[in-house]
Nanobody, 117 residues
């Protein structure tokens, strides 16, 4: 199992930007997909963005045009660039790896993102 460690969370004002990083313990080159999820208090965890091994991306409607997911296979790292942040983006953000098709089976510990109004 790949181990994942997120970093880059913090407190930012509405309209600001943050970049989250997810460092993997081994090569992510052959991993089916890498994803960023988030969970706000009292809400279900939701998929925010994902990127496949072929660099195909997916974004939730709520973040399209504001967030960008990318991967650097040489650094075994996945990024989530978040711009124009809104208070409703406040959540714990988790990185996950889809080593098995259609199943995210490795998770990081999460990083808190708080957007103040």
């Amino acid at each position: 199992q790949v181990q994942l460690v997120e970093s880059g969370g913090g407190l930012v004002q509405a309209g600001g930007s943050l970049t989250l990083s997810c460092a993997a313990s081994r090569s992510i080159f052959s991993i089916n997909a890498m994803g960023w999820f988030r969970q706000a208090p009292g809400k279900q965890r939701e998929l925010v963005a994902s990127i496949s091994s072929k660099y195909r991306t997916y974004y939730a409607d709520s973040v399209k045009g504001r967030f960008t997911i990318s991967r650097d296979n040489a650094k075994n790292t996945v990024y989530l660039q978040m711009n124009s942040l809104k208070p409703e983006d406040t959540a714990v953000y988790y990185c996950a790896a889809q080593q098995t098709p259609d199943l995210y089976d490795s998770w990081g510990q999460g990083t808190q993102v708080t957007v103040s109004s």
